[in-house]
């Protein structure tokens, strides 16, 4: 199954709010980059430091609870705490890393359906990336 060419082009993490997509619920990726890449994502790329999903609510909720957990240390998202402990130094920041970056896969399927179809593509991805990497995501502890 090849997933990449479903998910969008790499984008800024603050731009997430502007993003086609955003409203619905789905998976995404975060990576650093020091540049921008072409499309479509690797998703196996060392670069990626978090896979994600969110079934309950909308990709661009979960992202905005990622921001408040990591930038601003708040409760929300475990991975956004593991982004401050391991990126930022467990401080709290106005700056968003420049390098930060997400792709997003937004779902409009049926609830159950989307639902057992979003579980299922970040647990391939992250299996995928463990093959590859023989390791989790820097920010996925499981």
Known sequence: MNLQDDF??????????KQDGRKLPGVYVLAHFNKKLSSPPLLISKNIIYI????????????YQFSNSAFKR???????????????????TENIPSNLYV???????????SKAYIKYVERLLIWEYFK???DYPACNTA
Request: no cysteine.
């Open 8 to 17: 969008s082009d790499w984008f800024k993490f603050p731009d997430y709010s």
């Open 52 to 63: 994600g999903e969110t079934t309950q609510q909308s990709i661009h909720k979960r992202l």
């Open 74 to 92: 708040k409760n929300g998202h475990s991975g956004g705490w593991t982004y401050s402990d391991k990126f930022l130094n467990n401080k709290s």
């Open 103 to 113: 792709s997003i896969l937004p779902i409009d399927r049926p609830v159950k359906e």
């Open 132 to 134: 590859t990497q023989k």
